[in-house]
């Protein structure tokens, strides 16, 4: 009987204990993750993915492989609404990133801060996932290497 009563106690605690290490900024960040899918030229589903705004007008990044070989993207927010990718801004097979614009349906977008400096290795980092649920469980780690790209842009793993 005591095992049966320390095993869910157990798991309240391990969850309590995790929802505490999230940050404060987490469910205001996810909300600029959004769903991706995109389509060939007969309009079937080529690929599926994940992005996120890094602007309030629907400028956007996401994986670059995604897009190889589609006629057209549709982006679906967290709150489940579908906007269309409108403009390819750029895009890096190296390091499989693509910078697009969405032609959003509301005046602005929820979108991450992009850093103005690189963090420093060793430090914390989180992941974002993407979900219309209300569960704002995040991944973390730290950063391992910063190296940069293109000059201005850093690249962390």
């Given at each position: 009987m005591k095992k049966i009563l320390i095993l869910p106690l157990l798991l309240f605690f391990l969850v309590q204990g995790s929802m505490a290490q999230t940050p404060k900024w987490v469910e205001k960040a996810k909300r600029a993750v959004f769903s991706i899918v995109t389509y060939d030229k007969n309009d079937k589903m080529l690929n599926t993915g994940n992005g996120f705004f890094v602007s309030e007008d629907g400028l956007a990044l996401s994986d670059y492989t995604l897009?190889?070989?589609?006629?057209?993207?549709?982006?679906?927010?967290?709150?489940?609404?579908?906007?269309?990718?409108?403009l390819i801004l750029g895009a890096n097979d190296m390091y499989d990133v693509i910078k697009f614009r969405v032609a959003i349906t509301e005046k602005k977008v929820p979108a991450l801060i992009v850093a103005k400096t690189a963090p420093v290795t060793g430090a914390d980092a989180w992941m974002l996932p993407y979900s219309t649920q209300k569960s704002i469980a995040c991944v973390t780690g730290k950063v391992k290497d910063v190296s940069k790209v293109a000059g201005e842009y850093h690249y962390y793993t």
């Open positions: 897009f190889k070989g589609a006629e057209r993207a549709v982006v679906i927010t967290s709150e489940g609404k579908q906007m269309p990718v409108s």
